[in-house]
């Protein structure tokens, strides 16, 4: 019996000892995974494939964590990685890769008021989420996949700062790829991403998905977002200020947001957006007409939900654009014409390339709806002329409209006068309820 618990003693002898967690001492020190193999008492080792974190490691305010070419990779338990410092990546060569230790655990991270911390050239697999809080982060060439929604609804959960996410690729993980609450305010700068097929939990949110701006703009730029599996029903990108918090901007611009269960939404109170030169293309998988399937899709709840649309593709959705009950819409003016191609959207064998479902008139001239035919583009517009408690969408002229035809001497009356104008220079303004041709600068337009 005594050499029975000889042994055992002599085994537990030989075992490191695992602290619960390790924290620096924030003195200004810069770590590398060697260097906390060496003092964190167990909570880094060395592993088959690199290394390995047994249990919290938090990186205090002054300190910082350095991933550099000799990082090869890193396996992490069931963890939360704090950075109140912070981390710079070093890498120029092959990526430095972060994993879950198995199939039952997965890392968290953290970054709350760090600073200069530049998360570069890396992969993540398998981990629970991240969360930058007031933090100064840029993300860049970074893969983030197969991620859980265990410590937060997406892969990058922001709070009240704006971090950059450039060149980065999300895929297959279980919530959004990006996102911001409702009641915080955060302005990412999002550009050259991929998206490819996250929120596969298909839980009610987009693969974008934020909140309220800050004072900076939100800018969406060159990014391709998009679902390859038609099972899933995921949404593309969604901003909504719900509470009515600050003033948000957008910038949403040359993407490419394809084959998601909607492209793009803007709700809620104060938003004011430029959307333009994106491709929103076969944004369909939606059974139901009813819950989804715009290209673009604006629902404000006040006048002060705007957006300017300028050189968009919008075709292959079940909706083109939906207009709900409050908003100020510029598709294009007389002077800056919108350019936006529209067409072959619809559900139930019926075209929708706009649909004004709301009482505000758009402004819609200079677009390309697929036809010169008049008749035709009135048909796949639902506005005023289908409800008269809808407002008016004005639409000519557009992309191949060539005026009409002169009209004979003998049928000129008030509802068909024509008025030459140049500017406002001759003093002359339209009737208030004059409906016919009138030209300006050169040009003919039709009220």
Known sequence: ???????????????????????????????????????????????????????????????????????????????????????????????????????????????????????????????????????????????????????????IDILNCDPVIRDCYFMLNHGAAISSPANGQASPQILNCDFDTNTTDDVNAPQINLGPGADDTIRIVGNEVYTIMAQHYVGGISIADLMGVGSTKVLLKDNIVKENRYGYNQQGQTISSVIEGNQFIDNDHEDNPMNGGSGISIYGTTVNNKAVLRNNLISGNLWGITAIYQHDIDLGTEDQWGNNTIHDNGNGGVIYDLYNNSACDIMAVGNDWGTIDQEVIENHIFHKTDDPSLGLVTYVPYVGYDGVAEIPAETVSQDNLIYTLEGRCLGIELPENFRGVYIRNGKKFVK
């Open 1 to 155: 019996m005594k050499k029975l618990v000889i042994i055992i003693a002599l085994i537990v002898g030989l075992c490191p000892t695992i602290n619960a967690q390790w924290i620096s001492p924030g003195n200004g020190t810069t770590y590398t995974f060697a260097d906390l193999v060496d003092i964190t008492d167990g909570v880094v080792t060395t592993g088959e494939n690199g290394y390995i974190v047994h249990a919290d490691l938090t990186i205090s305010t002054g300190d910082v964590l350095e991933i550099n070419n000799q990082t090869a990779r890193v396996d992490f338990a069931d963890v939360l990685v704090t950075i109140n410092g912070s981390m710079v990546c070093t890498n120029t060569g092959t990526r430095t890769k972060f994993y879950g230790l198995n199939e039952s655990n997965h890392f968290s991270m953290r970054f709350e008021n760090a600073t200069g911390c530049n998360v570069k050239k890396m992969y993540f697999s398998d981990g629970a989420g991240i969360k930058v809080i007031e933090s100064e982060v840029t993300f860049d060439d970074v893969k983030f996949v197969y991620f859980t929604r265990d410590y937060c609804n997406a892969v």
